[in-house]
């Protein structure tokens, strides 16, 4: 017998049909001789649709507010899951964040796990009962509801894993893997059978929608091998697990793409110690998350410092660089740039196989994409490009490492 925990994402239970699907797919696992522990999104759209009516009731609504209304978005759904499980026959019992013994610390809307006491679900679990867990919430350490933000049901799901020691933990999602990029974008992108920790980790940085970077740092930290793939079949996904030898056989894994991006240069600062940090100190302060990072001095000697973020982050941005450019270097301008995107190539075999960038900017160049800033990681090359070409880059660059082909 196995211990498997599957988690359902917002779609897969968007309605009660599909809710009924859910069921059936979990006691088909049941009837397999598996115990089976659930993990459940809010229904697609109703934590939209609360979020909606809270700021219809207020321009601002507090926090802890949000958090307390969007909890019950999954709170809606494991009870309605466990209804359609008890329907088939088969015992189940929904069980709250808190309940699944998910601590956590951080600010309201955006709450970290701290530690996890999997004690009451190890009696359900003993006493031979399904269980459905909710997912994207936890309990502060004075007891109040803490929603996880973004990804925070993927991240239920592989804590949830580490802390009852599953031995498989599957992420049951619209799609059916993990690509070598967007099919969307590009139609010949191919299905990865296996990927790395660190692979997924910069791919899921870079853009992929499939799982959110912290659910992935989780998994690589306690060792949760996981899979992700369909809900609406039964076709294998994609392993994402610890790297192996033979995965630097293949040079580059896939090709990520993040839309709506902005850039930020400071020029004219002063180039002295502790500038830097000042700067980048104001946009932590203001909860900005920055990706690319570039500095350098001028023949002026003044420093030039350019970064990239969400274009939804870019008026915060401006609004807490101004008053302290003004009070540090007064002759500092700010320049802005929107309408970008960025454009990523992960794969541990960089390490070992010269060239790749090389090839990556020949393939842009010869479709006239013009390279606006770059970074690089021990496996990523990463660009920015406009963004009315990110799509034809993507095709051009997957094309030059011939990824819709089955590494021989």
Same mark, same amino acid.
């Given at each position: ?40 999104? /809010? ?25 307390? !209304? !969007? ?42 796990? !701290? ?15 399904? !269980?459905?867990? #909710?997912?994207?919430?936890? +309990? ?21 894993? $580490? ?27 191919? %299905? ?11 791919? $899921? ?44 056989? +293949? ?32 946009? #932590? ?31 915060? $941005?401006?609004?807490?660089? %101004?008053?302290?450019? #003004? ?55 990463? +660009? ?8 034809? #880059? ?5 094309? /030059? ?8």
């Amino acid at each position: 017998m196995a211990l498997i925990v599957q988690k359902y994402g917002g779609t897969s239970v968007g309605s009660l049909d599909r809710i009924r699907n859910v069921a059936a797919r979990i006691k088909r696992t049941r009837d397999e001789g598996n115990q089976v522990v659930a993990v459940v999104s /809010a229904m697609s759209g109703v934590t939209d649709g609360l979020i909606k009516m809270a700021k219809e009731l207020s321009e601002t609504p507090t926090e802890r507010e949000m958090d307390v !209304l !969007l909890a019950t978005g999954e709170q809606q759904s494991i009870a309605l899951v466990a209804m359609a499980l008890n329907e088939l026959g088969v015992e189940a019992a929904s069980i709250t964040g808190r309940q699944a013994g998910i601590h956590t610390t951080g600010s309201h809307t955006r709450g970290r796990i !701290l530690n996890l006491d999997p004690s009451l679900m190890k009696e359900f679990l003993d006493a031979g009962k399904t !269980l459905v867990v #909710a997912g994207f919430q936890g +309990v502060t350490p004075d007891g109040m509801i803490h929603t996880l933000g973004r990804g925070g049901s993927d991240l239920t799901a592989i804590a949830v894993a $580490a802390s009852i020691k599953a031995d498989v933990c599957q992420i049951l999602t619209d799609v059916d893997g993990v690509y070598t990029c967007d099919p969307r974008v590009v139609k010949n992108a191919r %299905k990865l059978p296996e990927i790395s920790y660190d692979e997924m980790l910069e791919m $899921a940085s870079s853009g992929s929608k499939v799982m959110q970077s912290r659910s992935v740092e989780f998994a690589k930290k306690f060792g949760v091998i996981f899979e992700v793939r369909s809900s609406l079949n039964d076709n294998p996904g994609t392993l994402v697990l610890e790297e192996h030898p033979t995965m630097e056989n +293949v040079v580059i894994r896939g090709i990520s793409i993040e839309r709506s991006q902005a850039r930020v240069t400071i020029t004219g600062i002063p180039d002295e110690p502790g500038m830097s940090g000042i700067i980048l100190g104001a946009l #932590a302060d203001a909860e900005i998350n920055l990706d690319m990072i570039v500095s350098n001095i001028a023949h002026d000697f003044r420093a030039r410092h350019s970064f990239t973020m969400h274009s939804s982050d870019l008026g915060r $941005a401006q609004a807490a660089l %101004k008053p302290v450019l #003004a009070e540090l270097a007064p002759d500092a301008s700010i320049e802005t740039e929107a309408g970008i995107a960025k454009l990523s190539a992960v794969g541990i075999g960089m390490r070992s196989h010269s060239g790749v960038a090389s090839t990556m900017f020949k393939a842009l160049g010869d479709k006239n994409i013009n390279i606006g800033m770059i970074s690089t990681s021990e496996i990523k090359i990463a +660009v920015t490009v406009d963004e009315v070409h990110i799509e034809d #880059a993507a095709r051009a660059v997957h094309d /030059a490492f011939h990824l819709d082909r089955q590494p021989g």
